[in-house]
Protein backbone atom coordinates (compact mmCIF):
# COMPACT_ATOMS: atom_id res chain seq x y z
CA UNK A 1 0.00 0.00 0.00
CA UNK A 2 1.35 3.35 -1.03
CA UNK A 3 0.31 6.86 0.61
CA UNK A 4 -0.01 9.46 -2.03
CA UNK A 5 1.47 12.91 -1.11
CA UNK A 6 0.97 15.35 -4.41
CA UNK A 7 3.28 13.80 -7.03
CA UNK A 8 5.20 11.65 -4.72
CA UNK A 9 4.14 8.24 -3.31
CA UNK A 10 5.51 6.92 -0.09
CA UNK A 11 6.00 3.49 0.80
CA UNK A 12 3.69 2.32 3.75
CA UNK A 13 7.11 0.89 5.55
CA UNK A 14 8.36 4.55 5.29
CA UNK A 15 5.70 6.40 7.15
CA UNK A 16 5.50 3.70 9.55
CA UNK A 17 9.26 3.52 10.23
CA UNK A 18 9.13 7.94 10.63
CA UNK A 19 6.05 7.25 12.82
CA UNK A 20 8.14 5.00 15.26
CA UNK A 21 10.74 7.59 15.05
CA UNK A 22 8.18 10.62 15.67
CA UNK A 23 6.65 8.38 18.78
CA UNK A 24 10.21 8.20 20.47
CA UNK A 25 10.99 11.73 20.10
CA UNK A 26 12.98 12.23 16.72
CA UNK A 27 11.32 15.52 14.96
CA UNK A 28 13.64 15.39 11.97
CA UNK A 29 13.24 12.47 9.12
CA UNK A 30 16.68 13.74 7.62
CA UNK A 31 19.19 11.60 7.43
CA UNK A 32 22.11 11.85 10.20
CA UNK A 33 25.72 11.46 10.18
CA UNK A 34 26.82 8.58 10.14
CA UNK A 35 30.05 6.63 11.20
CA UNK A 36 32.66 6.75 8.20
CA UNK A 37 31.11 9.70 6.20
CA UNK A 38 33.55 11.75 5.47
CA UNK A 39 32.64 15.64 5.71
CA UNK A 40 34.62 17.67 3.68
CA UNK A 41 33.93 21.25 3.14
CA UNK A 42 34.16 23.05 -0.20
CA UNK A 43 36.62 25.87 -0.13
CA UNK A 44 36.78 28.81 -2.07
CA UNK A 45 39.77 27.77 -3.49
CA UNK A 46 37.96 24.56 -4.80
CA UNK A 47 35.61 26.59 -5.84
CA UNK A 48 37.80 28.83 -7.66
CA UNK A 49 39.62 26.13 -9.00
CA UNK A 50 36.67 24.12 -10.76
CA UNK A 51 35.45 27.36 -12.10
CA UNK A 52 38.98 27.79 -13.70
CA UNK A 53 38.59 24.38 -15.32
CA UNK A 54 35.51 24.98 -16.83
CA UNK A 55 36.64 28.34 -18.09
CA UNK A 56 39.13 26.73 -19.90
CA UNK A 57 36.95 23.70 -21.32
CA UNK A 58 32.86 23.75 -21.19
CA UNK A 59 33.38 20.20 -22.40
CA UNK A 60 34.86 19.01 -19.13
CA UNK A 61 33.50 16.40 -17.32
CA UNK A 62 32.77 16.26 -13.73
CA UNK A 63 35.14 12.99 -13.41
CA UNK A 64 37.42 14.62 -15.20
CA UNK A 65 37.05 18.17 -12.90
CA UNK A 66 37.39 15.53 -9.89
CA UNK A 67 40.60 13.94 -10.66
CA UNK A 68 42.27 17.15 -11.87
CA UNK A 69 41.85 18.47 -8.55
CA UNK A 70 42.11 15.08 -6.28
CA UNK A 71 38.31 15.77 -4.86
CA UNK A 72 35.49 13.60 -4.64
CA UNK A 73 33.17 13.22 -7.29
CA UNK A 74 30.43 14.72 -5.32
CA UNK A 75 32.41 17.35 -4.42
CA UNK A 76 32.98 18.22 -7.78
CA UNK A 77 29.40 17.67 -8.76
CA UNK A 78 28.57 19.91 -6.00
CA UNK A 79 30.46 22.85 -6.88
CA UNK A 80 29.63 22.59 -10.73
CA UNK A 81 25.61 22.23 -9.86
CA UNK A 82 25.74 24.62 -7.58
CA UNK A 83 27.50 27.59 -10.04
CA UNK A 84 24.48 27.46 -12.81
Known sequence: ???HY????LPLQQMYKWTR????????VTDSPRPGQAHQEVTLEAIA????IVKENHCVTVNEIAA???MSHGSAHHIVRDKK
Open 1 to 3: MEV
Open 6 to 9: GDAC
Open 21 to 28: KFINGISS
Open 49 to 52: AVEA
Open 68 to 70: HLD
